[in-house]
């Protein structure tokens, strides 16, 4: 996670070239975008062994580690 003027935006490493499951284990960040000291829930990516930068869904992307 990198977070940053209250907000954090959830990465993650993966050797494969599709990790079907990881975008879902975001999903344990939301709670902490509720309550008092609430923090906004931005982008999202898996960085992993795809071709292209591609759409998972409308916040997060497969990220190629060619990129970096």
Same mark, same amino acid.
Do not use: H
């Given at each position: 996670?990198?977070?940053? $003027?209250?907000?954090?935006?959830? =990465? !993650?490493? @993966? ?17 902490? !975008? ?5 923090? @906004? #829930? *931005?982008? *999202?990516? +898996?960085?992993? &062994?795809? /071709? $292209? &930068?591609?759409?998972? $869904? !409308?916040? /997060?992307?497969? #990220?190629? +580690?060619? &990129? =970096?």
């Amino acid at each position: 996670m990198i977070e940053t $003027d209250g907000c954090v935006y959830p =990465l !993650a490493i @993966r050797k494969s070239a599709q990790p079907v499951k990881e975008i879902k284990k975001f999903e344990i960040l939301k709670p902490i !975008a509720e309550g008092e000291k609430a923090l @906004r #829930i *931005g982008s *999202g990516g +898996v960085v992993c &062994l795809a /071709n $292209d &930068l591609l759409p998972v $869904d !409308a916040k /997060n992307w497969y #990220i190629p +580690v060619g &990129l =970096l």
